[in-house]
């Protein structure tokens, strides 16, 4: 079976949901460790993104600092960095060939082929 990648649909949680959320990790940042402070912006983070065939459930989710939770997304090594190479080796593996623009005459993907003399020939399909 092969993994989701970057189609599970992200659903935010109720106040109620949040408040359980943090209660339920003691108010400690599941990135850091650290207790999260009153009035300190924190998110309810994804353990293993969406993205990468995480889902919406709570055992996937835990309070993170914002900063905390920005640094792991956008990181050298992020969530996103990571969903991106997933995605293009899951597109590679399926056959699916992202085009970068028009095709060059006598390129594979125009129809035409440029023989060694120079001239251009209709490409058989």
Known sequence: MTEDVGTTPRKPLTPTQRLKLFETFEGRCVLCERKIGAGEPWIDEHLRALGLGGTNA????????????????????????????????????????????????????????????????????
């Open 58 to 125: 709570a055992e996937n989710r835990g309070p993170a600092h914002k900063a905390c939770a920005d640094a792991k997304t956008h990181g050298k090594d992020g969530d996103l960095a990571r969903i991106a190479k997933a995605k293009r080796v899951k597109m590679r593996h399926l056959g699916i060939r992202q085009r970068k623009g028009p095709a060059i005459p006598g390129s594979r993907d125009s129809g035409w082929k440029r023989k060694l003399d120079g001239t251009l020939e209709r490409r058989s399909k």
